[in-house]
């Protein structure tokens, strides 16, 4: 298994998008997750679409959006307010969490979404990107990993934000050319 500084490493080098959505699979399996969602929630400027990447389970990904969960889900919110990484369990015992938001914790479990980290990724220019990666994982599993790799997935973000901007100016400065 690959140490965290390799793949930073590996990310640093990738020149595109495609590259990095593979970099950013391995981590996610590197970490101990099944799957991931990379979903940019600010966009650097207008008119940038800079590619969002799922691996979650497509099952999932239509419930999620029929049934409106998008509206109402906690992790992205939470990222607007949040430079470090956290994980779901924090939200879902957050006293201040409304029935409707902890619904969606307890049917992203029946997908297979037990366990799950959320990093915020503050780019340059504004953009806002939320990386989120899940498992089906006991708790105990994944509090050893929260315990030892919270510091990496902070190491994580800042890496992929950085990659992100790299990326988006090499193509702005192509379609200047």
């Known amino acids: 298994m690959p140490q965290t500084k390799d793949l930073l490493e590996t990310i640093t080098m990738q020149k595109t998008s495609h590259g990095l959505r593979n970099s950013v699979a391995a981590a996610t399996k590197n970490f101990g997750f099944d799957v991931y969602s990379f979903y940019t929630l600010r966009h650097p400027e207008p008119g940038c679409l800079f590619p969002n990447f799922y691996t979650?389970?497509?099952?999932?990904?239509?419930?999620?959006?029929?049934?409106?969960?998008?509206?109402?889900?906690?992790?992205?919110?939470?990222?607007?307010?949040?430079?470090?990484?956290?994980?779901?369990?924090?939200l879902y015992q957050d006293a201040g969490l409304s029935s409707r938001q902890r619904l969606i914790f307890d049917e992203a479990r029946a997908f297979g979404l037990k366990q799950g980290v959320a990093i915020p990724i503050n780019g340059l220019n504004g953009q806002l990107v939320l990386l989120s990666m899940a498992g089906d994982m006991a708790e105990k599993e994944f509090d050893a990993i929260w315990q030892h790799k919270r510091v990496d997935f902070a190491l994580l973000g800042a890496y992929i934000g950085d990659t992100c901007f790299r990326i988006y100016q090499d193509a702005l400065n192509k379609v200047v050319e």
């Open 56 to 90: 979650y389970p497509d099952t999932w990904l239509d419930h999620y959006y029929d049934a409106q969960h998008n509206f109402f889900d906690i992790a992205p919110r939470r990222a607007w307010k949040a430079a470090l990484p956290y994980s779901w369990r924090s």
